[in-house]
């Protein structure tokens, strides 16, 4: 089974925002996945899950988030 390019942009993407999340959580995946499942006002309240995985842009806007987090900016 192929994926399409569209397919395999998107898990590619996923698969950034995850191994960025994880290393900010310290691998703890739960705690990761509660974060990656749970509305965020900063992203209009829609979970980090949701727009990581919709699209380029709502990839790095997650992507923008867990930099803030990581710099001590966001939450």
């Not at 923008?64 to 990581?70: K, P, R």
């Amino acid at each position: 089974m192929t994926l399409s390019q569209k397919a395999r942009e998107k898990l590619s993407e996923f698969g950034k925002t995850y191994e960025h999340a994880l290393r900010i959580y310290r691998g703890d995946v739960d705690r990761m996945m509660g974060f990656m499942q749970r509305p965020h006002p900063m992203l209009d309240g829609k979970t980090p899950l949701q727009l990581a995985t919709s699209c380029s842009a709502g990839a790095d806007a997650v992507a923008d988030l867990l930099n803030g987090a990581e710099a001590g900016f966001a939450a």
